[in-house]
């Protein structure tokens, strides 16, 4: 079970760790919405729990609760320019489909 990120994922979370001055690292997880059934977390972290899995990525902590690990294995997690538009991306292998606007998945 992993979940790992690209080099532009990276530099853009530890820039942001950087600028704020401390976090434990990015955590990620899934929660109910939108109109395929589930949509991605993605927040700072200050600290986790012991039971949380913690993946790291050239030094980068991502941190996943059990629940949603099992939604996100094997998810690589990039951030990508496009036009005016930046943002985290999420390849998911277990995503089945997606909504139109990409805000949520189903599995």
């Not at 600028?19 to 690292?25: E, P, S, V």
């Not at 690990?69 to 985290?88: A, C, P, Q, R, S």
């Amino acid at each position: 079970m992993a979940i790992t990120m690209t080099e532009a994922a990276v530099n853009h979370v530890a820039k942001f760790l950087e600028n704020r001055g401390k976090g434990a690292g990015i955590r990620v997880a899934v929660r109910t919405t939108g109109c395929s059934g589930m949509g991605y977390v993605l927040e700072f972290a200050d600290e986790y729990d012991p039971e949380d899995q913690v993946f790291e990525t050239q030094g980068i902590k991502v941190i996943v609760d059990p629940k949603s690990l099992v939604y996100l294995d094997g998810t690589e997690l990039d951030f990508v320019k496009e036009g005016l538009n930046e943002g985290f991306k999420f390849n998911n292998p277990n995503a089945r489909s997606e909504c139109g606007c990409g805000e949520s998945f189903s599995v």
